[in-house]
């Protein structure tokens, strides 16, 4: 697998959970997994050791010498590509909001060096990739690779994560990034005038999974494709939509080591301690455990529906509802947040950053979680919603579509504030029959998420792909 994040080592959304667990999964079916992805600040420099010192990669006439550092985490070999001015930065792809000039080069050389990487030191018949970070890795196959015996064979797949995000740059990166005109093309690179890095994948890719069924049809359609739609739908036999799973070992309220009790369906006593912690954390009053308590943990990013969370401040103050959140991204909405905060300091708790002790909190503290996102690939958080017994209010798209029913949480369709208040007043009013919410929650822990199923499926796709 080729990504440009992955758990426990960097991460700054679902990406990283997945590629952090997918390969111990797939290892249960037989399958032998290795990782690359950059070596940044953040990788224990210390805990890793050398694999292969000095590799040349080449972009063009222009070499770039990496080295390989290794270690094995949870039975995966992760394979750590250094290149110190490339990858030795705070931040993954930005620095205060605004993307690195030279990603082009970066997420160029990662590619380059995971082939190298099969050619040296982990030859693999299929070459996962994740995401338009990792997607030029089929490009740089056949421009570079196509008469190499060590790649005869080798079959690639390409998952998208999220299709918002594409690695679009302008066509006077070609040079620097070692290919030729002859990839400017509609059919390759090309994307109005543009080169565009998650293209080059998709028409490169042997194969082209999305994170979850509904997703997989929303990306060929004008209004879900980002421009992307027709050649995605140029390639529909080979599209498919695998759901993501979730990695129970680290979240599940029975052995959850960052909350302050555990819990278990059979045993919910412990989530009233949880909630009360949780409160205490953001400096809410505890005085009354029963009232609802809703819970956000996002990146703060247009996708999330934040225009139509601001939309019910009017809800939100009117209600006897506390409200916690976590997240950071666009400063429109931290503001919003840090304002409501400010207004009602006992009713809304904020904290901006990134914090994954508080994460679990949250997930576990809470009576609702919301995430009325405009549209969503998969979303992690709301099946790990469910796991720990908090509703989920969530939009009827993509994998929120696919992971949440009437028996475990509230959807709505039409992506309109007046559809959210509406559902989320049928959750408070829901919220007041302590039988039916105990009920609902119990489905919702009950539902099985583990990445089994999507492992054995993703083992079908290697398997159809090898022949
Ligand atoms: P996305 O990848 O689009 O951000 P997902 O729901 O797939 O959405 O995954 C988000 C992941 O990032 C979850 O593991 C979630 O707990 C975590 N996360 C998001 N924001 C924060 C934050 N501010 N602090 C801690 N964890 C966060
Ligand atoms: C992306 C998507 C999210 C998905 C995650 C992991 O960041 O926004 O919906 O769960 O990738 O696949």
Redesign the pocket.
């Known amino acids: 697998m080729v990504a440009s994040e992955a758990t426990p080592f960097a991460k700054t ?3 990283a ?1 997945v590629v952090g667990s997918l390969p111990a999964a797939l290892q249960h079916f037989g399958h032998d997994v290795a990782v690359v992805i950059p070596r940044y600040p953040s990788i224990d420099w210390g805990k890793t050791r050398s694999a292969f010192d000095n590799m040349t990669v080449w972009l063009g006439r222009r070499p770039f010498t990496v080295s390989i550092r290794t270690l094995v985490e949870n039975g995966v070999p992760f394979y750590f590509v250094e290149h110190n001015e490339l990858f030795d930065r705070d931040g993954l792809y930005a620095q205060n909001g605004r993307d690195f000039g030279d990603n082009h080069i970066r997420f160029a050389v990662l590619p380059l060096a995971a082939l190298g990487v099969h050619q040296t030191l982990f030859p693999a018949e299929i070459l996962h990739i994740h995401d338009w970070q990792a997607a030029m890795t089929p490009v740089y196959l056949h421009e570079q690779q196509h008469s190499n015996p060590a790649f005869y064979g080798v079959k690639t797949v390409l998952t998208i994560h ?1 299709l918002g995000y594409q690695g679009r740059f302008g066509k006077n990166v070609l040079p620097d990034i070692g290919l030729n005109w002859g990839w400017f093309k509609p059919d390759r690179l090309e994307y109005y005038d543009d080169v565009n890095f998650l293209k080059g994948g998709i028409m490169m890719s042997d194969a082209i999974t999305t994170v979850s069924p509904t997703y997989a049809h929303e990306i060929q359609t004008p209004e879900g494709g980002f421009g992307l739609d027709g050649v995605l739908r140029s390639r529909s036999r080979d599209v498919s939509g695998i759901l993501n799973g979730v990695d129970y070992n680290e979240w599940s309220p029975e052995k959850d080591r960052y909350t302050a009790a555990k819990f278990s369906v059979d045993d919910l006593d412990g989530k009233r301690e949880c909630k009360r912690d949780l409160l205490a954390e953001f400096g809410l009053p505890q005085d009354d455990l029963d009232r609802p308590l809703v819970g956000i ?3 703060f990013a247009d996708q999330k529906g934040f225009d139509l969370v601001s939309a019910m401040a009017h809800e939100f103050f009117q209600r006897d509802v506390q409200l916690v959140v ?3 991204g666009e400063w429109r909405y931290e503001k919003l947040f840090n304002d409501w905060h400010a207004w009602l300091p006992h009713k809304v708790g904020v904290y901006i ?4 002790r ?2 679990h909190k949250i997930e576990a503290g809470a009576d609702i979680f919301l995430m009325p996102s405009r549209y969503e690939p ?4 709301q099946m790990y919603s469910l796991r720990y017994g908090t509703v989920p209010i969530v939009r009827a798209t993509g994998g929120l579509n696919d992971t949440i029913d009437e028996e475990t949480g509230f959807k709505f369709g039409w992506y309109s504030a007046a559809a959210l208040i509406d559902v989320f007043e049928q959750a408070l009013e829901a919220y007041k029959d302590r039988e039916g919410w105990l009920k609902r929650m119990r489905a919702g822990m009950q539902r099985d998420f583990s990445w089994d199923a999507s492992a054995r499926e993703y083992s079908h796709l290697y398997q159809r792909l090898g022949g």
């Open positions: 959304g679902g990406l959970d999220n943990v996002s990146r976590l997240g950071s950053g990134y914090n994954n508080l994460a998969c979303g992690l958080n």
